[in-house]
């Protein structure tokens, strides 16, 4: 994908944030938007989409985080989520040094190769495909530094299948910032275009959803 507009960083942006705001839920036991876990984590193994908008199944499939992307850049009237920020913070910085690691890449081609021939026998979010999902999370992403800590319940952290879906949605994520950067997004371009940024996301919410 060569495209470079608004509308393509707008929905790759919005989909770091729904697959983080996914990781939180996730890591406190809150409910969240089957349908949005499904589009996020499918946006992982969608490594050929002709379009930013095919990667998430279509606007609808980013629409928690077009809403939240507005949320988080502009609104005079919530608070910007911390604990988000910092995650977001993090993974951006996190993409740049995997951008410069060709054999982590490679591996993390091997390891989406690998999910969407699962795909063939089991749906996205079985326990088989999200448990090899954060294996190649915890090969790839997770041997750099810094890591993300997530916070959440002590309890459900240590169960093995709230830990491998969550490493599941980090990857989705990473590959939202693999994608936004491809679209030309940068840390100083989200600083001083912002306010374009969330109108982006509210025009995108008002003519698709």
């Given at each position: 994908?060569?495209?470079?507009?608004?509308?393509?960083?707008?929905?790759?942006?919005?989909?770091?944030?729904?697959?983080?705001?996914?990781?939180?839920?996730?890591?406190?036991?809150?409910?969240?938007?089957?349908?949005?876990?499904?589009?996020?984590?499918?946006?992982?193994?969608?490594?050929?989409?002709?379009?930013?908008?095919?990667?998430?199944?279509?606007?609808?499939?980013?629409?928690?985080g077009l809403r939240l992307l507005k949320t988080q850049l502009m609104s005079d009237k919530q608070k910007p989520d911390s604990e988000l920020s910092h995650y977001l913070l993090v993974l951006l910085h996190l993409e740049?040094?995997?951008?410069?690691?060709?054999?982590?890449?490679?591996?993390?081609?091997?390891?989406?190769?690998?999910?969407?021939?699962?795909?063939?026998?089991?749906?996205?979010?079985?326990?088989?495909?999200?448990?090899?999902?954060?294996?190649?999370?915890?090969?790839?992403?997770?041997?750099?530094?810094?890591?993300?800590?997530?916070?959440?319940?002590?309890?459900?952290?240590?169960?093995?299948?709230?830990?491998?879906?969550i490493r599941a949605l980090l990857l989705a994520a990473m590959r939202s910032a693999v994608l936004w950067r491809q679209c030309g997004g940068t840390r100083l371009g989200l600083l001083l275009g912002r306010r374009k940024?969330?109108?982006?996301?509210?025009?995108?919410?008002?003519?698709?959803?």
């Amino acid at each position: 994908m060569t495209r470079k507009n608004d509308k393509d960083r707008a929905l790759a942006f919005a989909g770091i944030l729904q697959a983080l705001q996914l990781v939180q839920s996730t890591a406190y036991g809150k409910p969240y938007d089957l349908e949005a876990i499904q589009s996020t984590l499918t946006s992982i193994l969608r490594i050929d989409a002709a379009t930013v908008e095919d990667v998430y199944g279509g606007v609808a499939g980013v629409k928690s985080g077009l809403r939240l992307l507005k949320t988080q850049l502009m609104s005079d009237k919530q608070k910007p989520d911390s604990e988000l920020s910092h995650y977001l913070l993090v993974l951006l910085h996190l993409e740049r040094k995997l951008s410069k690691r060709a054999d982590l890449m490679d591996k993390l081609t091997q390891g989406i190769e690998r999910a969407q021939k699962q795909l063939e026998h089991f749906d996205i979010s079985h326990t088989n495909v999200l448990a090899g999902l954060a294996d190649t999370y915890a090969q790839t992403i997770s041997t750099l530094q810094p890591r993300i800590m997530v916070k959440g319940e002590p309890t459900r952290l240590t169960e093995a299948g709230v830990a491998n879906q969550i490493r599941a949605l980090l990857l989705a994520a990473m590959r939202s910032a693999v994608l936004w950067r491809q679209c030309g997004g940068t840390r100083l371009g989200l600083l001083l275009g912002r306010r374009k940024l969330a109108g982006t996301a509210a025009i995108l919410l008002q003519n698709n959803i």
